[in-house]
Structure formats: structure tokens, C-alpha cells
């Protein structure tokens, strides 16, 4: 199966029922309660500490600024909204860290895959389960309509796995040539309205 951005729309399982839900089909109760109950439905408010380091070259400068990456803090409060949109088929992923601008993104299935956009990029990501974590595997991107070059996903790694009792994401891009773009971590707690 090609990793080519095209969009495949599957039926929405139910609604209020997270896209990683859909993806990881059966293999859904394999996931660690902490990061199944991030995924159990939507929405969801996750509350908790992030650390950011953003990096130094102008063009990783450049591109954070293109795709509205945080600024960098150390053990700032983080809020994560997770919305579904288009009748469940999408979702809308926003993160406030401290009291920068939003950082938004937009997902939805495309066959096997989960496609993010975020600003002026759309990346393609392979769901694999590690442990009853999630790791996010880029398999194509693009820029601005741009495909890039395979060697630009190697330095792509995120993961959503638990420390103790709570929800624990990990997100790096590194650029060949640019170098570090941006580096997150954080501990949250799904908020039960």
C-alpha cells in the first residue's frame, strides 16, 4: 500500500469515537488504560507540564514560525483540546502551552494511516503499538504541496505512552540540513467534564 497523501474517508465507527480508535481497530484494547482513555472519545481536555525546545537555526526558526510551533518553555502548563469535526471523520488537536498562541492541527484517516496537518504541512503517520504505547512512524510529508524526500522522515519520532499513572507524549523533528525543529514532552491528565 502506497504512503502517498491521498484521503480515504472510512465510516465513523460511532460518534464521539477518536480516529485512533478507528485506526488501531482491534488491536484498540491492547493500548495502556492511561492512553486509551485519551483516545476512549472525543472530545477530551488533557491537562498537565510541558517542556519545549525549539531550534536554533533560521531556518528550523522559519519553519516553526510556518507551522505555528510553540515557544520554549521548561515545565510550563500545557492544555490539550481534542475535538472531532467533519461528523467525526476529522479532528482538531489544540495545544496551549502556558500562554503562547495555540498550536493547532488538523487529523484524519487515510486508509491505514492518520494525516496531520499543522500550518503548512501535511504529514502521513503509521500507527505501530510498543508496549500498550502508541508510536507515530511519518511515512511521507509534504510542504506546501511539496512531497519530501524519504530522508526528511527519519528525524520525525513521536510517541504516547504512560509515566506512573499518567498520559506521557514525546514529539522530535529534526531536519537534514535544518537540525532540530522542535522537541516536546509533557505529562497530562484526561479532565472528566
Known amino acids: 500500500m502506497s504512503s502517498e497523501l491521498t484521503v480515504v474517508a ?15 481497530a482491534t488491536e484498540w484494547p491492547l493500548l495502556a488504560a492511561a492512553v486509551r482513555a485519551v483516545h476512549e472519545r472525543r472530545p477530551v481536555t488533557l491537562v498537565g507540564v510541558a517542556s519545549v525546545v525549539r531550534g536554533s537555526t533560521w531556518l528550523a526558526r ?12 521548561h515545565n510550563g502548563p500545557v492544555t490539550v483540546l481534542l475535538e472531532a469535526t467533519h461528523a467525526g471523520t476529522r479532528e482538531r488537536w489544540t495545544r496551549y502551552f502556558g500562554t503562547a498562541r495555540p498550536m493547532r492541527s488538523t487529523l484524519r484517516p487515510a486508509a491505514d494511516y492518520i494525516d496531520e496537518t499543522i500550518g ?36 520525525i519520532d513521536a510517541s504516547e505512552t504512560i509515566r506512573g499513572n499518567q498520559y506521557y507524549f514525546n514529539v522530535r523533528a529534526a531536519l537534514p540540513v535544518v537540525g532540530l525543529v522542535v522537541h516536546y514532552v509533557g505529562a497530562v491528565d484526561v479532565v472528566v467534564p
Open 62 to 73: 522559519l519553519f516553526g514560525w510556518a507551522t505555528g510551533l510553540p515557544p520554549e518553555q
Open 120 to 155: 503548512v504541512t501535511r504529514l502521513r503517520f503509521k500507527y505501530s503499538l510498543e508496549g500498550g504505547a502508541i508510536r507515530w512512524t511519518a511515512v511521507a510529508g509534504r510542504t506546501l504541496g511539496v512531497r519530501w524526500p524519504d530522508s526528511w522522515l527519519k528525524g
Open 10 to 24: 472510512p465510516e465513523c465507527e460511532s460518534a464521539g469515537s477518536s480516529l485512533c480508535r478507528q485506526v488501531l
